[in-house]
Every structure is written in structure tokens, then in C-alpha cells.
């Protein structure tokens, strides 16, 4: 009888990295029909995973002392015969358990947009463009806190590191024109958005659309 095919996805701790890298799940289970996928991810990111239909199970990565969190991961993936295995964070994790084949990302020395050297990594075709998914108690919770009239437009302006922030008027600016009533979302409302403890970050863009619903 035919092993299964099972593919593992090991990608970013952060929110932003990891959201940028959601497109190689639908890019797989193309590839691969039928496949078992496994994503390991920060436990940030988890949920956004979890809610993918492609995904068969979800491994949160929690960063623990004298990297026990790969020992951890390593646990986990070692028993299983593996079809692919595609490290999105260039470690040599994948050299350590059994697959039939393995695709690593290295750096980008053209420094092209994060989607574009995810595209060429996996050798699509067409860029791999984020995709999110939501469960229904997502979509109720969301509901709650924002209403159910729309359009939004969210941002998230939030980074860890400064290098890869963007000035929080040039946010503001940008909002303004995409709400603004000849704007591709005219009348929107304006969602600012980060990770738990980002707020202190996320404050300036605030404060530059302070007079915006």
C-alpha cells in the first residue's frame, strides 16, 4: 500500500514573516493532492494556520532555552516519512529528518519582496500571494469588535525591529488616500493593527489619523 503523502511547512515566529509565507500552503496541497500538511509556526501565527482548510495539523513553536524548540520540533518530525520538507527559515532542520525531497530558503541577495523569494524558492509560477482564512468563531469575535458594516481597511504598521517600520505619517498618508472618497475604498473605516505589546509602536499611526473613524 502507498505511504501517504506528507509535507511539512516550518515558517516564521513573527505575525508579519509568517503571513507572508501563507501562500506555499495552497502552492502544496496543489502540488501535492491528498497531502497531510503540517505547519510549524510561532505560536502567534498558529491560529492563521490552523484555519487554512489545506492544513492537517498545526505545530506551535515556542521558543525555549538551549534551542530545546527545535529538540522539540525534531521530536515531533522524526518518526514520520515525509514527501516534502520546506524550511522557510533556513535552518538545517531538514537535513535531520527523513523526506523525499527538501527545499530550504536561503537569503535573498537581490532583497526582493519577501512574496517574490517565496515564489522562486518553491519554484511556482505565479507569485504566491498571502492568503488568510478565518473560523466562525473568528468571524463572530470580528463581528463583535468592528460591527458588521463595512469597508475596512486594516493596517499593521508594527515590526521588531526599526529597519523594517515605515514612518507612521507615510501610513497615515496612504490610509487617507485609499478612504478617501475618489480612493479604491471610499469611506472606509481604518483598522490599526500589531501583535500584544506593539502598541506602544502602533501609537504614532494613531495619533496621524486621529481625526478618521
Keep these: 500500500m502507498p505511504q501517504p503523502s506528507r509535507a511539512l511547512l516550518i515558517t516564521a515566529n513573527r505575525l508579519g514573516d509568517a503571513v507572508l509565507t501563507t501562500g506555499a500552503v495552497p502552492y502544496l496541497a496543489e502540488r501535492y493532492p491528498g497531502v497531510a500538511l503540517t505547519v510549524a ?6 491560529p492563521l494556520f490552523a484555519a487554512m482548510p489545506e492544513v492537517a495539523e498545526v505545530w506551535p513553536i515556542r521558543k525555549l532555552p538551549r534551542a530545546g524548540h527545535w529538540w522539540k520540533l525534531w521530536r515531533q518530525a522524526v518518526g514520520r516519512r515525509w514527501t516534502h520538507v520546506v524550511d522557510l527559515r533556513g535552518s538545517a532542520f531538514a537535513y535531520t529528518v527523513w523526506s523525499r525531497r527538501r527545499t530550504v530558503m536561503g ?8 512574496v517574490l523569494h517565496l515564489t522562486e524558492t518553491l519554484g511556482a509560477s505565479a507569485p504566491l500571494a498571502p492568503r488568510l482564512c478565518w473560523s466562525d468563531a473568528d468571524a463572530a469575535e470580528a463581528g463583535r469588535r468592528l460591527g458588521a458594516n463595512g469597508p475596512w481597511l486594516a493596517i499593521g504598521p508594527t515590526a521588531n525591529w526599526a529597519g523594517k517600520q515605515w514612518q507612521a505619517e507615510r501610513f497615515g498618508a496612504v490610509a487617507r488616500a485609499l478612504v478617501a ?10 483598522l490599526v493593527a500589531g501583535a500584544p505589546g506593539e502598541e506602544a509602536m502602533a501609537e504614532p499611526v494613531f495619533a496621524a489619523l486621529h481625526d478618521h473613524p
Design 107 to 114: 537569503p535573498d541577495r537581490a532583497l526582493r519582496h519577501r
Design 41 to 46: 509556526c510561532g505560536a502567534l501565527p498558529a
Design 181 to 190: 472618497p475618489d480612493g479604491p475604498l471610499a469611506g472606509a473605516r481604518i
